[in-house]
């Protein structure tokens, strides 16, 4: 799959939608779909070189300048160790003021659980209203679908809440969802957040001659063998991750002279090596403040 997005030239984007709607009419091999995470348009088809001769008759036959590169991996945010909310949120505006104070924790859901977010609602005495209860539900809601290391949602999180303040004029629903979200983000600094990458399944098929071959090209691609079976042909199984599969089809064709062939499906998340963690969180800033020196 590559991505592909439309470059500086006039009608831009009409042309890229012409030539990408001619070319699945002319070819059903050829695919297009847009990623509703990513907001990417992706095409996938018989190989790279197909997809090559594509994006230059894009620019031969349309004038419509094309980037491409590998599709956006759907990472995710999550936390390692419980951390405490304790925040206060209060400002004077001359008229009525906003006030709210919440206190609570969030902590990693079990492996197992079913759900990725939970809100546990812990408050008793009246701490805090119950018509304010749901905006503090909602303040964690909006804080989880974006995480601070590299910007992806968060998941496997408890969040909770047991403690509070209020007050009778100045507090109010946005109050208390403000106060949300601000404490869920210093709970978050302080809860050893972690990135997540997606894991697949993927199942290689080579004549025996080629076994060695593909375990290298595995083992290069971080996977993990899990189960090789020998017969007329030699079936491996491995866990890859997905950031490390595109191209694969091109090596192994290359490695096997084009008799291998392989299936991928989702695994599971795993966490990202904590070097590779680093450098994503590093560009992810640097693209953050490239983004607020333009404005």
């Known amino acids: ?33 847009q990623d509703e995470e990513s907001q990417q348009t992706i095409i996938s088809g018989m190989g790279e070189l197909h997809l090559d001769i594509y994006m230059e008759r894009m620019k031969r036959e349309y004038n419509c300048e094309v980037v491409a590169g590998k599709p956006q991996v759907a990472y995710r945010e999550t936390i390692t160790r419980r951390a405490d909310i304790n ?3 209060k400002k004077q505006t001359g008229g009525s003021g906003q006030y709210a104070k919440i206190l609570g924790y969030i902590e990693p859901l079990p492996a197992d659980a079913v759900e990725t977010y939970e809100f546990v609602d812990d408050i008793t005495g009246g701490s805090i209203p119950r018509e304010f209860i749901p905006a503090c539900d909602k303040g ?10 590299i910007g ?3 998941v496997g999180i408890r969040c909770a809440i047991n403690d509070g303040a209020s007050h009778a004029v100045d507090s109010s629903e946005m109050a208390f969802k403000t106060a949300a979200i601000m404490g869920f983000r210093e709970a978050y600094a302080n809860a050893s957040p972690s990135i997540l990458e997606p894991i697949m399944k993927v199942e290689i098929d080579v004549p025996p001659e080629f076994q060695g071959a593909v375990v290298g090209q595995v083992n290069q691609r971080r ?10 042909t030699v079936s491996v199984t491995a866990e890859v991750p997905l950031n490390s599969m595109f191209g694969y089809s091109t090596d192994l064709r290359s ?17 990202v090596p904590r070097q590779e963690q680093d450098e994503m969180t590093k560009k992810y800033r640097d693209k953050l403040a490239a983004e607020a020196a333009k404005k």
């Open 1 to 33: 799959m590559v991505i592909v997005a439309p470059g500086g030239c006039d009608s831009a984007e009409a042309n890229f939608s012409k030539a990408l709607n001619r070319f699945t009419k002319e070819d059903p091999t050829f695919r297009v779909h």
């Open 87 to 89: 925040y206060t949120h």
């Open 140 to 149: 964690f809601k909006e804080s989880v679908r974006k995480g601070t290391r």
């Open 152 to 154: 992806f949602p968060i």
């Open 223 to 232: 996977g993990a063998i899990m189960e090789t079976v020998a017969g007329d």
């Open 255 to 271: 490695a096997t002279q084009g008799k291998g062939t392989f299936t991928m499906e989702f695994a599971r998340y795993a966490v």
